[in-house]
């Protein structure tokens, strides 16, 4: 299993990033997926989530109406747009594989995103 996330970098508020996690080794369409981030001295918090098909998306009340999660299971990618950051976006950004009965939960390496002036 492999989730190889990419995208982060260095933005102004009120610009936007797309993040991208490309996953291989396992059979991307059996699993719902999430984005996640943790900014220094804080806890890692969900930020979005998205089913198996791509049918159902899930946000944080903090990120909703700014953050899209989509997918596409021909490519084994799921993307984070993410639009209007401020600095309280600021974290390193993780793709993370849901558990299920087909297999265990999992984690990429994490992408630093920093919104700053």
């Known amino acids: 299993v492999q989730l190889v996330e990419s995208g982060g970098g260095l933005v102004q508020p009120g610009g936007s990033l797309r993040l991208s996690c490309a996953a291989s080794g396992f059979t991307f369409s059996w699993y719902a997926m999430r984005w996640y981030r943790q900014a220094p001295g804080l806890e890692r918090e969900l930020v979005a989530g998205i089913s198996n098909t791509g049918s159902i998306t899930n946000y944080a009340d903090s990120v909703k109406g700014r953050f899209t999660i989509s997918r596409d299971n021909a490519k084994n990618t799921v993307y984070l747009q993410m639009n209007s950051l401020n600095p309280e976006d600021t974290a390193v950004y993780y793709c993370?594989?849901?558990?299920?009965?087909?297999?265990?939960?999992?984690w990429g390496q994490g992408t630093q995103v920093t919104v700053s002036s």
């Open positions: 993370h594989r849901v558990g299920n009965g087909f297999g265990q939960a999992s």
